[in-house]
């Protein structure tokens, strides 16, 4: 085991300290980091154990994340309400089309009937 130093050795043998020579009554950032990176590798172990252990029951491996899907739902429901306007739309354009189409042909007719 490295110590930081001959102090940082005689705190860690007495049990008073830590490798970075720091006693326990004070605040060490290095052993933060150290429990931090720790937890980090700990948690990638559990979810490649997780994840191993779906495949083998059968399950997706790698599950879809759940905000990703919340939010797909959100951008879905929001392409449906355009489509339902953009369908009223085209329907309100049709039926002016249709009224004109009609319109005109009314005056066709009513050409033709003062030609003749
Ligand atoms: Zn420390």
Redesign the pocket.
Known sequence: MEYASDEARRLVQTMRG???G?TWAVY?R??EIVGLRQTYADSIRRARNAERRLLAMGEVGNPPDVRADVRAADEIERLRAELAELRRFRKAIMDYDSNLYDALADSDAAHKGEGE
Do not use: G, N, P, V
Request: aromatic share 0%.
């Open positions: 830590c490798h970075h720091r060490c290095d052993c």
